[in-house]
């Protein structure tokens, strides 16, 4: 299964991920910045703002592309 996960950083997000991934899901993530989110290198990070319309746009196409 593909997931798409907003926030991915955040903290009750990052744990989605991390659950979703060590089930074997395919996980697209929204991160606002990877740097902050290294610890979730199995997940697909996609930098961006999830207030941003366009970034939301990009983390769509992510998803179903991958």
Do not use: N, P, W, Y
């Not at 991390?18 to 993530?29: E, I, L, N, T």
């Not at 999830?50 to 970034?55: I, K, N």
């Amino acid at each position: 299964m593909k997931s798409l996960v907003s926030g991915a950083s955040g903290g009750t997000a990052r744990l989605i991920v991390r659950s979703a991934v060590a089930k074997g899901h395919s996980v697209v993530a929204l991160v606002r910045l990877k740097s902050r989110a290294s610890d979730l290198a199995e997940a697909d990070l996609i930098e961006g703002d999830a207030r941003d319309e366009s970034a939301l746009h990009v983390l769509e196409f992510a998803c179903v592309q991958r």
